[in-house]
């Protein structure tokens, strides 16, 4: 079955407070879920799901989001600082938690840059048990708001990454900058323990690994929280659909043999 029959075929809408579009792929017997992230769009309206073809043989229960609120999403949070589509999410992936008697240790959170933000986020909030992200951007106010001047070829998407700032965090000024870098890293410095065994992945020339990646787990090592660091040799961000799919898997198979 192709990509667009099995959206077809598993698309469904879960209502509450917000209508969030996800795919889920049961697998029976498994006592594992993955939670699959979705990547920042290139074209403004683009939204599609992540890594579904990576992930069909896997023997765990797979859930896809899709981030279609707002011109190019809203990592799954909500707008002007109200966490309605968070709220969502977390009641979408409570309520297959629940159906087949999930244990919360058994949830893996995966993403890779945008998506590696949210599973960062969702994994770590909500304290599940592991987290996979590649070239995540952990500062989304310094990523929205400053590092397109250095991405080559990016400039054309300025405006549309500002509107996510915009959307998100209601401007996109010093304070609202601030506000959206400070989402993830105070959830390191408000409670440090009972963390998730976090891996990331980056390549050793991308941006996001000085900018985004270094001062990330520059935090977690001061708060004694581990976490696993694999960095690759490439340049590009872009290069993570090479690279990125494979680290998953053969982390899914460290996490558990059976899963692979």
């Known amino acids: 079955m192709g990509l667009v029959e099995i959206i077809k075929s598993k698309e469904d ?3 509450a407070g917000r209508d969030l579009k996800y795919l889920f792929c049961e697998k029976k017997g498994s006592d594992k879920l993955i939670v699959t992230f979705p990547g920042f769009n290139t074209e403004t309206g683009a939204f599609r799901y992540r890594y579904v073809r990576t992930l069909k043989d896997v023997n765990a229960h797979r859930l896809f989001l899709l981030d279609e609120f707002g011109t190019r999403g809203c990592y799954l949070l909500g707008e002007n600082r109200n966490f309605s589509v ?3 999410v977390m009641s979408l992936i409570n309520t297959i938690v629940k159906k087949y008697d999930i244990k919360i240790e058994n949830v893996i959170m995966q993403g890779s ?6 599973a960062l986020y969702f994994g770590i909030k909500y304290r ?3 987290v996979i992200a590649g070239g995540p951007q952990t500062k989304m106010g310094d990523f929205l708001i400053h590092d397109v001047e250095i991405v080559p070829g990016e400039e054309i998407h300025f405006f549309s990454k500002v509107k996510v700032a915009d959307y998100i965090a209601g401007g996109h000024e010093k304070e609202d900058i601030k506000y959206l870098d400070s989402l993830l ?3 390191i410095y408000d409670s440090p323990e009972n963390f998730p065994n976090i891996y990331i992945h980056v390549g050793k020339g991308d941006f996001h690994f000085e900018r985004h990646i270094t001062p ?3 935090e ?5 929280i ?3 660091l694999n960095i690759e040799n490439y340049v590009e961000h872009n290069d993570l659909e090479f690279f990125y799919p494979a680290y998953l898997l053969k982390t899914l198979k460290s996490i558990d043999k059976r899963l692979i």
Do not use: C, I, P, R
Not at 220 to 224: G, V
């Open 13 to 15: 809408v879960h209502k």
């Open 86 to 88: 968070e709220t969502a």
């Open 128 to 130: 599940f048990g592991h």
């Open 216 to 218: 990330f787990t520059q």
């Open 185 to 187: 890293f105070n959830l």
């Open 226 to 228: 581990k976490y696993q």
């Open 113 to 118: 840059s945008k998506g590696g933000w949210m």
């Open 220 to 224: 977690l090592d001061k708060n004694h």
